[in-house]
C-alpha cells in the first residue's frame, strides 16, 4: 500500500470491475458525474496493481468476483497498514449464490441489484469519506512517529553530550585529585557541619599525627570529634572566625605534639557551605626567624654581632645567589689588618677587638676601613665571607 504522508488524487480513486457488457462504462460514468475519479480494471491483474498504487475504494460486479479476484481483495485486506480499511463495494444479483467467502470479511458494503446510480453514488462517497479519514489517521501516526524519532535524537544527542560532560568532568576530577596527592602541603577539606569529606595524603598523615586516627576512619567524621574539648581553644575560635569570613584567612598555629608550627590558609565556601584548609609545615622558616631575632638581640645588647650559625647563613645565601666577594689576595693586607678581619670574622665586636689587640676602638674602625678599601668590600657581612673562604677563621 502507499506510504505517501497526504491522500493523493490516485490514493481518492474508485477502482471499478465488472468485465459484461458495458457495465463498467455505466459505473465509472455515474461516479465520474458525482464528482468522483473512477478508473475501471480490466482484469484481475490490473486491480492488484492498481491496489498496490493507491484507492479510495473497490466496485466490484458479481461477475468480476471471481476466486482470483477474491484472492487478490484478501491479499489487499491481510497486508494493508494498521490504520488501513479499505472500503469494498460489491453489486450482486438477488439472490446471491456464490460463495459466502468472498463477500465475508474487510470492510464490505453488498449492494443488490438492479441498483439506483444515486444509491451508488451515497454508497460510494461514504466509503471514500471513510478512506479520507484513514489517510488523516496515516498523517497523524506519521508525524507523531517523526516527533519521536525527533525525541530520540535529542535525547541521544543530549545523552551523548551529557556523556562526554560527564568524562570530561571525570578527567578533570582525576587531574585535580592526582595534583592534590602530589603537594607536600596537607589539603583539607570540612562541609558546613565541620564533617571532613577529603584528605590528600599529607593531610591524612598530619591529622593521623595529632588523633592517632587512621585516614579511614576520619572521612565523614566531625572535627569536634576528632579533637575533643578543642572547642574553646584558640585554634577553634580562628577556624570559625575562617568559617564566618568571606575573604581567605590564614594563621599560624605551634603544635606541641608535632614539635612543628603549622600555617593554615582557610577559604570558605559560598554561603557557608563548608571550608578548604591548606596546611603548609613553617617549623624551619620560624626557626630561622627566631634564630634571626636572636642575632638582632644580640647585636642591641652589643654581645658579638653575628652568631656562628648565622655566619652559615649568610655564607649559604651569598653562594646561592652568585654574590661572591672580591677577589682580592690576602697578600694584600697587612699583618695587623689581617688580624682585625680574623676577629671581625669570629663576630667579635669593635671594642672587644681593640681590648684583645691593645689599640683604639677608633683604630679598630680605620683598620676595618682600609679593609674594605682593599678588598672592595662594602659590610662587615661581605669581609666575613672572603675571610671565611680563605681559611682565615676556622669553624
Not at 247 to 263: K, R
Amino acid at each position: 500500500m502507499p506510504t505517501a504522508m497526504s491522500a493523493s488524487s490516485h490514493e481518492l480513486r474508485v477502482l471499478v470491475s465488472a468485465p459484461l457488457g458495458r457495465d463498467v462504462a455505466l459505473l465509472c460514468g455515474a461516479l465520474s458525474r458525482a464528482g468522483l475519479v473512477a478508473v475501471p480494471c480490466a482484469d484481475t491483474a490490473e486491480l492488484r496493481r492498481r491496489l498496490h498504487e493507491g484507492s479510495g475504494a473497490v466496485v466490484l460486479s458479481g461477475e468480476a468476483l471471481t476466486t482470483a479476484t477474491a484472492g487478490v481483495l484478501r491479499e489487499a485486506n491481510e497486508t494493508q497498514a494498521a490504520w488501513s480499511d479499505l472500503p469494498i463495494v460489491l453489486l450482486l444479483d438477488a439472490p446471491w449464490h456464490g460463495p459466502d467467502e468472498l463477500v465475508d470479511g474487510g470492510n464490505t458494503t453488498v449492494l443488490f441489484r438492479p441498483v439506483h446510480p444515486s444509491s451508488l453514488v451515497t454508497v460510494v462517497r461514504a466509503a471514500i469519506r471513510a478512506r479520507r479519514r484513514q489517510f488523516q489517521v496515516r498523517d497523524l501516526l506519521g508525524r507523531q512517529e517523526r516527533i519521536a524519532q525527533d525525541l530520540e535524537a535529542r535525547v541521544a544527542e543530549r545523552t551523548a553530550a551529557l556523556r562526554a560532560s560527564h568524562d570530561a568532568v571525570v578527567a578533570e576530577q582525576t587531574h585535580v585529585a592526582a595534583i592534590l596527592r602530589s603537594i607536600s602541603d596537607g589539603f583539607v577539606t570540612v562541609d558546613r557541619d565541620d564533617r571532613l569529606t577529603y584528605l590528600n595524603p599529607r593531610g591524612e598523615e598530619l591529622i593521623a599525627q595529632l588523633t592517632g586516627k587512621v585516614p579511614a576512619d576520619l572521612i565523614g567524621m566531625s572535627v569536634w570529634d576528632i579533637f575533643p574539648g578543642g572547642r574553646d581553644s584558640p585554634l577553634a575560635h580562628r577556624y570559625r572566625g575562617a568559617k564566618a569570613s568571606p575573604e581567605p584567612v590564614t594563621f599560624e598555629t605551634h603544635v606541641p605534639s608535632l614539635g612543628a608550627w603549622l600555617q593554615v590558609r582557610a577559604y570558605s565556601g559560598a554561603e557557608g557551605e563548608g571550608l578548604t584548609l591548606y596546611i603548609e609545615d613553617v617549623s624551619e622558616r620560624k626557626r630561622s626567624e627566631e634564630e634571626l631575632m636572636r642575632a638582632v638581640q644580640e647585636v642591641m645588647t652589643d654581645t658579638a654581632w653575628f652568631s656562628r650559625s648565622l655566619l652559615e647563613k649568610i655564607a649559604q645565601i651569598r653562594g646561592r645567589q652568585g654574590d661572591r666577594p672580591s677577589s682580592a689576595a690576602v697578600a694584600e693586607l697587612t699583618q695587623r689588618e689581617r688580624q682585625v678581619l680574623e676577629r671581625v670574622a669570629s663576630g667579635r665586636n669593635n671594642r672587644d677587638i681593640a681590648e684583645e689587640l691593645g689599640i683604639k676602638e677608633q683604630t679598630v674602625r680605620n683598620y676595618i676601613t682600609s679593609i674594605y678599601d682593599k678588598l672592595g668590600l662594602h659590610s662587615r657581612a661581605d669581609a666575613i665571607v672572603w675571610a671565611r673562604e680563605r681559611g682565615l677563621v676556622g669553624y
